[in-house]
């Protein structure tokens, strides 16, 4: 190995090891810390955060960077090393625009503001922490006043995520997806709801731990290199390529809440197991953008996890887990139970219909307060106002409105809905891609085999880590840019079978 890039690797290496560090801090503060614990584990976490932040955007690293620049010149673009200095570069520049007192100063304030949101969202007491989300919407303008000359506020916080979307890009494909979903989910409406009472129980919290967990392990997430905990608000994250957890929230009254959570973490979690080893401690070591990372989580929680061939295989264990409370339920009743579509007031219960509805009003209520044309005061008007007119349900409260999501509470505001759209449209593009190159998948899934689709997912997107951009590998995968047309296609087929839809449905 070149001997610069080695001397980049150590110091690549020494950064990662402080954000893991503090990344053990933060999972032990929303498991098992106790509350008496906040205020020093803020400061903690920030300085860690602090010196890691220091330690990259040093002169050394810029000076290698340069050093290193016709080496990269020299080799392919997918190269290892290539990518790594180019990831880095990115980088590099990108959060050395950032003061270290303003990045200090952030993650303190994050920290104290998640911390109050845990108190808040069960006391559905929006004032509490209604100033601190100003002081958040100011200090998210102020992060994208760092990065001057772009079309929109939000632009900047949007590349964070997810590289080379903009505002402009993502209203574009919003409303071709909403142009598609609103009929699709009115007449969905109109043919009647599904019986889920099935879901409701109730069933046993370490019963259903016991189930999620045999079903994750049979998908192919290695405990080995990580473990489960429970939770507030359910997340994946990763200390090493070695060590990749999951959280889990459990319901005893909803079945879905823990199982399909558990699913979709798993399938976070699955994808940073899957990262080619010798990129650990490296920005080449995460899923490469927030869009990609869902469309992960979401290919196995919804287009694997909520589908017939899947429940062919686990019902049956499903049923003699909670004989007592499924014995009478057929296949078919519990299938269409998973899939039942019904406008709701939470974002993480939504079915994968009305979800991105979700989705979009997050996201242009975030881009009208960056914009300043909504002032956090309103934001509780806002939203209910939203929720009544696109999805037709009015939050009783603030706590199943507003308060529901970590997102503001323990970031910034801008830039944290997106993703999660993106990855309903990756996760069809690439099943789409794998049961072409295998058309066995869904006889396979039907038989608890998930190898080959795994298998597929790791070749093609997993072991890269952040070596190409989410247009990239799309472009690798299909040889075009990403299209929403499979996601439509996967929905109108599925929900139009579910619920005896006529084929222009
Ligand atoms: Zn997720």
Redesign the pocket.
Known sequence: MHKRLQELRGMLTEVSDLRSAAAVLHWDQTTYMPAGGADSRARQISLLERLAHERFIQMAIGEMLEDLREYEQSLPYDSDDASLIRVTRKQYERESRIPVAFQEALAVHCAHTYQEWTQARPANDFARVRPLLEKTLDMSRELAGFYPGYDHIADPLIEFEDEGMTVASLRKLFAELRGELVPLVRAVAEAGPVDDTCLTGPFATADQLEFGRQVIERLGYDFSRGRQDLTHHPYMIKFSLGDVRITTRVRENDLGEALFGTI??SG?AMYEQGIDASFDGTPLAHGTSSGI??SQ?RLWENVVGRSRHFWTFFYPALQSAFPGQLSGVTLDDFYRAVNSVEPSLIRTEADELTYNLHVMIRFDLETAMLEGKLAVRDLPEAWNERYRSDLGVLPPDNRDGVLQDVHWFGGIIGGAFQG?TLGNVFAALFMDAATRAHPEIPSDIERGEFAALLGWLRDNIYRHGSKFTADELAMRITGNPPSAAPYVSYLKKKYGAIYGLGASG
Request: aromatic content about 14%.
């Open positions: 979709h973490e976070h990372h869902e989580s999660y």
